[in-house]
């Protein structure tokens, strides 16, 4: 009787010991998102989660947990089992956040970044009465009629928002700031000469600007969009330190194994260099990200946290 417990001790330790050390992942991984479905970082996420999906062998299921500037997906990922299983799909308003928000309920160190995937372009526009043909003139008659001019966003503290307050720090102008509950809205009254310009994702302003329902004056980045060729960057329209975009980056709980970090970071990295998914992402105007390790990635974040804490503070910028 002694040995048969003791050998239902070795085989019971046996397969206890085996399901610890199951490979990574051994079930479905949850992605969270913190915009709408149908959105530009929705479209982005769900393109990487589709070929993450296959690269890792599991089902990578995209859940939207939308609202306050992605801070609601942010804290139910922080307090997530720090096991892998449970990813945030970052944009750089969690960088915004940090400063924005005087309360978060949690700590922005609660999640870690794995890689950086993707840079989403804007496009500074206007609605074709403004007589503006490029960003110099726009800004040039801002700085002599600012009552005359307004913006709108996708609400304080959006990528959107951010991008015109990088403008205004910079070039020391004063317009008027009109948040809307999302880009869609705040596009739809720039075409309908409501508010004057707007700085929106090329993904969703490219079809405007085509249409001629928008004016392009200059995209962000640092190069030119795949899908606005002909629009001159901000360097390029005579703005040398201007540059700016929505980037997205996977993120994890602290906590979670570096093997782990590891094994995610290396796939999304096989994810973005796949040629399907660079031509999908730049069909719609996004740049996938070459080479972001997590060590690389914590880097950007900093250096993102502390721009947009300058422009924040300078800006005097409260949350709605």
Same mark, same amino acid.
């Given at each position: 009787?002694?040995t ?16 610890a050390?199951?490979?990574y992942p ?5 992605m969270?998102v ?16 589709n ?47 940090t ?22 372009p ?6 074709p ?22 913006? *709108? #966003?996708?609400?304080k503290?959006? !990528?959107l928002?951010?991008?015109? /307050?990088?403008?205004?720090?910079? =070039?020391? $102008? ?24 707007l ?13 001629g ?20 960057t ?6 040398p ?48 990200v070459? *080479? #972001?390790?997590?060590e690389?990635? !914590?880097?950007?974040?900093?250096? /993102?946290?502390?721009?947009?804490? =300058?422009? $924040? ?8």
């Amino acid at each position: 009787m002694k040995t048969y417990w003791m050998a239902l001790c070795v085989a019971t330790l046996g397969v206890a010991s085996a399901h610890a050390q199951a490979p990574y992942p051994d079930h479905p991984v949850r992605m969270v998102v913190g915009f709408a479905a149908g959105g530009s970082t929705d479209l982005v996420a769900r393109i990487v989660a589709n070929k993450l999906s296959a690269v890792l062998g599991q089902a990578i299921v995209v859940e939207n947990k939308a609202g306050a500037g992605g801070t609601i997906a942010t804290d139910a990922v922080a307090k997530s089992k720090a096991d892998g299983y449970t990813l945030l799909f970052g944009t750089s308003s969690h960088a915004i956040n940090t400063t924005l928000y005087k309360r978060l309920p949690y700590d922005p160190n609660d999640v870690v970044p794995v890689s950086v995937v993707a840079s989403v372009p804007m496009v500074l526009a206007v609605t074709p009465s403004v007589k503006a043909n490029n960003a110099k003139e726009l800004v040039d008659d801002i700085r002599r009629n600012p009552a005359k001019y307004s913006y *709108g #966003s996708a609400g304080k503290g959006s !990528a959107l928002h951010m991008a015109v /307050e990088l403008l205004k720090y910079q =070039e020391k $102008i004063e317009v008027i700031h009109v948040p809307f509950r999302g880009a869609s809205q705040a596009i739809q009254s720039v075409m309908a000469g409501d508010v004057q310009f707007l700085t929106d994702a090329v993904s969703t302003a490219a079809p405007m600007v085509q249409s001629g329902k928008l004016k392009a004056l200059a995209v962000t980045t640092a190069t030119r969009s795949s899908v606005l060729p002909n629009v001159p960057t901000m360097k390029e329209a005579g703005f040398p330190n201007y540059e700016t975009s929505i980037w997205n980056m996977v993120m994890v709980p602290r906590g979670t194994p570096t093997p782990v970090i590891e094994k995610l970071s290396a796939a999304l990295q096989t994810v973005v260099r796949d040629a399907e998914v660079k031509q999908r992402m730049q069909k719609i105007g996004v740049e996938p990200v070459i *080479g #972001s390790t997590p060590e690389k990635a !914590a880097a950007f974040v900093q250096a /993102e946290t502390r721009r947009w804490a =300058e422009v $924040i503070k300078a800006g005097n910028i409260q949350p709605e």
